[in-house]
């Protein structure tokens, strides 16, 4: 009698499974192999595959469209204000966690408080701030909004890390003589590694993704970035299908690189307390 | 205790290294969210700040077109796109996690598979399924049609009767992972022991997971749906790229975020700063109480259940 149900229901359970993988995968795949088919090919045969790889599409996109401005734009965007984030975060996530005045306290609060930002609210004096200082419509103004919208997350990771590390070292350390930056520089930094990966990780993803600060703070076209680039981009090439698909493409490649090299990071952080 | 005092920073020295991350997000977050507040409360000619309206830009939004018809539109779009990320994304999610939780075979590799979509950019995705769902090369009617379906193959993006549905699911397809890790996190976490002793009480499967798995996850349950419907209702990228920033076809996919950036940018309205600085505080309430007003209600559901 108990045989049949556990049966059916691993039957069931297997169909369930790999039946939403292909769901999830099939149109990441079909983008990539759309991307390699020509234009004509797409319409005669929606569901085919390529017959003969071409990658004029990506040298249209690359080359035609402008995707080498938008994609070196994103580039630098995003490095620099990871960089300049984390930088600045990890600073004061050190001071934060090895202070214990009430001051410091207050101001951790204000920045975790940060984590929950109105954007829509902010874009508008962001935009005039910008305008003021003669940043509007430029890479820098960029970055530093960027990098300050990072703060609270990257303080608040890089704290409770901290947090969590013995103070013994840099006992050591004072007792030698080293002062506060020398033990930060040379105690610290090594120490931390692995929660500045998961800090850089966790940023550049949704950075390089971002598409509503370009969209409002960039109007000048060299200093697009690859998303607001996309979306001119299919304003203006709205029939030729393959250069679509290779554009989604190159916007996509950055972050499967990026998922290849720091793949331990990604797992351990999405699946963070999953057990087992 | 006194060890750990000697190794505390001075505070003179701490905030100076608090210093540039203090300075960034002081002049980047703190002063233009202190400043949004005040916008609202002018009147404006262009980028020059005229007089002081109080509330004339809020009555503005709600008597004025084409802010009077659109803005219950959209914020109903916005509500409708909660209502399906509950259904079609957050249902699925918790199955599917349910489901990879039975089981250990592959359980990290669905995990990652069904996460995929998540780690795209939401442009992408709603510029790719926009490509997918073409009438003219589209696969999706392709496969359709291909398997007898003709009948229902149709422009989904071009119909309003289908248009939103589409940004409801596209939102699904691509958030799925996220309900997914978190339930599934949230089910590794419980004591096995409660699943074993109504095993052994002879609970069937479905009342297993009806009875004893799911008030143990009413908490996560709440956290997920506070989260959702704030992303619903700042939902941007998806519904930019499926439907443009008027909301095609016939505004059928137009949200609030999409209503705040015409009025701010598009609008030509030389009160434009303080209309839609309404409309972003408009908005900015309604995530807050509604959020508020959830996790005080839910947290009674919780201790009614316990």
């Keep these: 009698m108990r045989r049949p149900g556990p049966v059916l229901n691993r039957v069931v359970v297997n169909v369930v499974l790999w039946g939403y993988a292909v769901v999830a995968l099939v149109p990441l795949l079909v983008m990539v192999w759309n991307s390699v088919r020509s234009d004509q090919e797409l319409v005669s045969e929606p569901l085919g595959l390529p017959h003969a790889p071409s990658f004029d599409a990506y040298r249209a996109a690359w080359v035609e469209a402008s995707f080498s401005t938008y994609f070196l734009n994103s580039v630098l965007v995003t490095v620099a204000s990871v960089a300049l984030s984390t930088a600045v975060s990890l600073l004061a996530a050190y001071a934060l966690a090895r202070s214990r005045s009430r001051l410091m306290a207050v101001i951790e609060q204000v920045f975790v408080s940060g984590l929950m930002m109105p954007v829509f609210l902010m874009i508008v004096p962001i935009f005039y701030l910008l305008d003021t200082i003669g940043l509007a419509s430029t890479r820098t103004g960029l970055i530093l909004v960027y990098a300050a919208v990072s703060v609270p997350f990257s303080v608040f990771v890089l704290a409770t890390f901290l947090r969590q590390l013995p103070d013994e070292l840099e006992d050591a350390a004072r007792i030698d003589g080293a002062g506060p930056l020398r033990t930060f520089w040379s105690v610290l930094l090594p120490l931390v590694r692995p929660a500045v990966a998961t800090v850089v990780v966790f940023r550049f993803v949704p950075i390089w993704n971002d598409f509503f600060y370009p969209l409002i703070l960039v109007r000048d076209r060299a200093s697009y970035t690859l998303p607001v680039g996309l979306t001119t981009f299919f304003g203006e090439y709205q029939t030729s299908w393959s250069t679509l698909f290779a554009g989604l493409v190159i916007a996509t490649l950055p972050l499967v690189v990026l998922f290849l090299v720091a793949t331990r990071q990604i797992v351990a952080g999405l699946t963070a307390g999953m057990g087992r | ?306």
């Excluded at chain 2, 799925?176 to 109504?198: K, M, N, R």
């Design chain 2, 1 to 306: 205790m006194s060890r750990r005092r000697t190794a505390a920073l001075p505070t003179p020295v701490a905030l100076l290294f608090l210093l540039p991350a203090a300075a960034l997000f002081a002049v980047f977050v703190l002063y233009p969210m202190a400043t949004a507040l005040t916008y609202s409360l002018f009147s404006w000619r262009g980028t020059a700040q005229e007089e002081f309206v109080g509330a004339a830009n809020f009555v503005a939004l709600f008597t004025t077109e084409p802010y009077r018809s659109q803005l219950p539109r959209a914020f109903g779009h916005n509500a409708l796109l909660f209502a399906g990320a509950m259904v079609a994304q957050n249902t699925v999610g918790l199955l599917l996690a349910y489901v990879l939780h039975q089981r250990a075979r592959f359980r990290r590799l669905f995990q990652v598979l069904f996460t995929m979509p998540y780690l795209v950019s939401p442009l992408v995705v709603g510029y790719l399924w926009s490509l997918l769902l073409s009438p003219l090369f589209g696969p999706v009617n392709a496969l359709l049609r291909a398997v007898g379906l003709d009948a229902v193959a149709q422009p989904w993006l071009g119909d309003p009767d289908t248009a939103l549905w589409v940004v409801v699911l596209v939102t699904a397809w691509q958030w799925v992972g996220f309900p997914l890790l978190v339930y599934g996190a949230a089910l590794g976490a419980l004591d096995p022991s409660t699943q074993e002793a109504a095993m052994l009480d002879g609970a069937s499967s479905a009342q297993r997971f009806w009875h004893v798995t799911l008030p143990l996850l009413t908490p996560v349950i709440g956290t997920v749906s506070v989260l959702t419907f704030i992303f619903s209702m700042e939902a941007f990228p998806i519904p930019y790229a499926l439907g443009g920033s008027s909301g095609s076809p016939a505004g059928a996919t137009d949200v609030m975020s999409l209503l705040f950036y015409r009025t701010a940018f598009h609008s030509g309205a030389s009160n434009a700063i303080g209309v839609s600085s309404a409309v972003a505080i408009v908005l900015f309430l309604v995530i807050v109480g509604v959020s508020v007003a959830f996790t005080r209600w839910f947290r009674g559901v919780e201790r009614r259940l316990t």
